[in-house]
């Protein structure tokens, strides 16, 4: 079946430092792939999303891109800020597939000053 | 304000007591699914709709059921609910052929 594996965390990070939370994904068919963020006592809101190989979502001062050959959409940020903290979910929904998301398990982001 | 909304917002019952938590969307979409996050898990569907009266089970179902009588509202039952059911709960909803979810805000739930 289709699944996503998300680096473990929870991640901290200084102010300013670089990003990127590692996303790897197997899917039966043709996935399209999202980035959502939950913020502390918040719902899930999408953050970026690309549809098709080589297209790079951005969003925010975030951005990935849809690898294909690696199957994977690694999230990057070049200067996290402390507003960033949040929990970071990839995920996919397969074309024709029902709109149903496949999650990853999720990764804390702690940004501190 | 497009939006989706959960009721009650944070629930404790006790095992085998039903409960519903609504969900309801003021976009007109057509799809809507249920979730649930549990910690080292993610989210895992429960059930989706994808419209009036077309329902279907998720990854995860048992002891749980739906219904979608009218388009903007898709309640989730638990008719004997047991402390396995203790989570926190999300609805979503997105229009047909569009892959964009819209989430709602979530209920925490504690079954003792």
């Known amino acids: 079946g289709d699944s996503v594996t998300q680096m473990e965390g929870p991640v901290t990070l200084s102010e300013e430092a670089f990003l990127t939370i590692n996303c790897t994904y197997t899917?039966?068919?043709?996935?399209?792939l999202f980035w959502y963020v939950q913020y502390p006592g918040e719902g899930l809101q999408l953050l970026l999303k690309a549809t098709k190989a080589d297209d790079k979502g951005s969003n925010k001062g975030f951005e990935a891109t849809y690898r294909k050959e690696t199957t994977s959409f690694h999230l990057e940020k070049g200067s996290v800020q402390v507003s960033d903290s949040a929990v970071y979910f990839c995920?996919?929904?397969?074309?024709?597939?029902?709109?149903?998301?496949?999650f990853g398990t999720g990764t804390q982001l702690k940004v501190e000053l | 304000e497009a939006q989706v909304t959960q009721n009650p917002r944070y629930l404790i019952t006790v095992t085998g007591k039903k409960l519903t938590v609504t969900c309801s969307q003021n976009m007109n979409h057509e799809y809507m699914s249920w979730y649930r996050q549990d910690p080292g898990l993610g989210l895992r569907q429960i059930y989706y709709s994808m419209n009036v009266e077309v329902t279907d089970k998720g990854d995860v179902p048992e002891g749980y059921k739906v219904s979608r009588k009218e388009k903007r509202n898709f309640p989730l039952i638990l008719e004997s609910p047991s402390p396995n059911q203790t989570s926190l709960y999300f609805c979503?909803?997105?229009?047909?052929?569009?892959?964009?979810?819209?989430f709602g805000p979530g209920t925490r739930l504690l079954v003792l």
């Open positions: 995920a996919l929904t397969i074309t024709g597939g029902g709109n149903k998301l496949t």
């Open positions: 899917a039966t068919g043709y996935p399209s």
């Open positions: 979503a909803s997105s229009a047909a052929g569009q892959e964009t979810q819209y």
